[in-house]
Structure formats: structure tokens, C-alpha cells
């Protein structure tokens, strides 16, 4: 049984899905690769040349969340929290009017 099947968590009805082997195995590849990027994070964050792919892989791993399941509130707090991550610059340019 997946997450997916539970009724108070998935926001759709995946049963016809999850009989079907091609896609209970891209579930499986999708679990080992989040296991992997959630174990990995801050040693990715840490690094110049991978950070953006990884703040980017979180993005649309919570939005995913947001999309399909009902966790409260948890997806949106999160996606809140990745912009703790962007550079000053990136808001001085975005948000500072300039006369």
C-alpha cells in the first residue's frame, strides 16, 4: 500500500494507477531519488554548481505535494522557506525600485 491509496491523503483516486506495474515502479525510482536528494541536501545546497538544481528539485518535489496530496499546510510553509535561500542580490533586483 502507498500513500496514495489513502483516502485522507491523496486528493485523487490513483487505485486504477497503482495496478499498473509502470507506474508503481516510476514511484519506487521517484521514493529513492527524494530519499537520496533529502539525505543529500545541505551537502548540495553547500555547493556553487549544484545548488540551483537543487533548490529547483525541492520546488517541484513541494509543489507535487501540494498538488496531490492533503498535508495541510506543510507544502506551502515550505515553498515559503526556499526563498530563506535565494541571495540579497536576487531581491535587491527584484523587489528594490530603482529612480
Same mark, same amino acid.
Given at each position: 500500500? /502507498?500513500? %496514495?491509496? #489513502?483516502?485522507?491523503? !491523496?486528493?485523487?483516486? @490513483? !487505485? +486504477?494507477?497503482?495496478?499498473?506495474?509502470?507506474? /508503481? /515502479?516510476? &514511484? =519506487?525510482?521517484?521514493?529513492?531519488?527524494?530519499?537520496?536528494?533529502?539525505?543529500?541536501?545541505?551537502?548540495?545546497?553547500?555547493? +556553487? #554548481?549544484?545548488?540551483?538544481?537543487?533548490?529547483?528539485?525541492?520546488?517541484? @518535489? #513541494? %509543489? =507535487?505535494?501540494?498538488?496531490?496530496? #492533503?498535508?495541510? &499546510?506543510?507544502?506551502?510553509?515550505?515553498?515559503?522557506?526556499? =526563498? /530563506?535561500?535565494?541571495?540579497? =542580490?536576487?531581491? +535587491?533586483?527584484?523587489?528594490?525600485?530603482?529612480?
Amino acid at each position: 500500500p /502507498t500513500v %496514495l491509496s #489513502h483516502p485522507q491523503y !491523496s486528493r485523487w483516486d @490513483f !487505485s +486504477r494507477l497503482l495496478a499498473k506495474p509502470w507506474f /508503481t /515502479t516510476l &514511484l =519506487a525510482n521517484l521514493s529513492d531519488f527524494i530519499r537520496w536528494w533529502e539525505v543529500l541536501f545541505p551537502l548540495l545546497l553547500c555547493q +556553487r #554548481h549544484s545548488r540551483t538544481l537543487c533548490i529547483l528539485i525541492g520546488v517541484l @518535489f #513541494h %509543489l =507535487a505535494l501540494l498538488l496531490i496530496m #492533503h498535508l495541510r &499546510l506543510f507544502p506551502i510553509i515550505m515553498l515559503v522557506l526556499y =526563498a /530563506t535561500l535565494l541571495p540579497n =542580490a536576487w531581491f +535587491r533586483k527584484k523587489l528594490v525600485k530603482r529612480d
